[in-house]
């Protein structure tokens, strides 16, 4: 079964950029979907498709792809962006998803 | 506005079983595929099984495949995922998602808050 690869743990300067991955064969052609979860609450829909928010979602927030890597990109990473960040992408060969393991990311 | 409500997590034990339900609202639920994840403390997201949405479709993580059986009645907008010979690692709060798909991909777009299932002796 195919597997998202992401770093463990991120951190980024207040008001720096930062850039999340996500590694996986899946990605070479589906597109990811990414998740922002804070303690003790339900997941957030971020960015998904070719690069497109949910309404509500900062346009600070943005996706691309690369060959089998997806990429979450937070331009000005604010305080309250600290959260897990997940990937997720679909094998439609055997209707699964899967995702990846998780991206802590610390605004210093 | 959408709202995706779990019930039924608790405390089992091994071996036994429970039936999770998903109650939903503000929108048609039987436009929608319906999945559940979980997560185990500490751990990371994890999907368990989706239900197209005329239910001709399921399909399930590999781990509980045979254990449990995801279904749905689109007369009363509820998902259902019946949980059979739990296991310890079965532990973890669920999640009821929605899929939203295009043509070109698909996303989780709303998520319940969860209910959490402890399996223990």
């Known amino acids: 079964s195919s597997e998202l690869t992401q770093d463990p743990a991120v951190s980024v300067a207040l008001g720096q950029t930062v850039r999340i991955t996500c590694q996986g064969d899946?990605?070479?052609?589906?597109?990811a979907s990414w998740y922002q979860q804070k303690p003790g609450q339900a997941p957030v829909l971020v960015v998904y498709?070719?690069?497109n928010r949910p309404s509500g979602i900062p346009d600070r927030f943005s996706g691309s792809r690369s060959g089998n890597t997806a990429s979450l990109t937070i331009t000005g990473a604010q305080a309250e962006d600290e959260a897990d960040y997940y990937c997720n992408s679909r094998d439609s060969s055997v209707n699964h998803w899967v995702f990846g393991g998780g991206t802590k990311l610390t605004v210093l | 506005q959408v709202q995706l409500v779990e019930s039924g997590g608790g405390v089992v034990q091994p071996g036994k079983s429970l039936r999770l339900s998903c109650v939903t609202s503000?929108?048609?639920?039987?436009?929608?595929?319906m999945h559940w994840v979980r997560q185990a403390p500490g751990k990371g997201l994890e999907w368990v099984a989706v239900?197209?949405?005329?239910?001709?479709?399921?399909s399930y993580v590999d781990s509980v495949k045979g254990r449990f059986t995801i279904s749905r009645d689109n007369s009363k907008n509820t998902l259902y995922l019946q949980m059979n010979s739990l296991r310890v690692e079965d532990t973890a709060v669920y999640y009821c998602?929605?899929?939203?798909?295009?043509?070109?991909?698909?996303?989780?777009?709303?998520w319940g808050q969860g209910t959490l299932v402890t399996v223990s002796s």
């Open positions: 998602v929605r899929d939203y798909d295009t043509s070109n991909y698909d996303y989780f777009d709303h």
């Open positions: 239900m197209w949405y005329d239910g001709s479709i399921e």
């Open positions: 899946s990605l070479g052609n589906s597109y």
């Open positions: 498709g070719r690069n």
């Open positions: 503000g929108f048609i639920f039987s436009s929608y595929g």
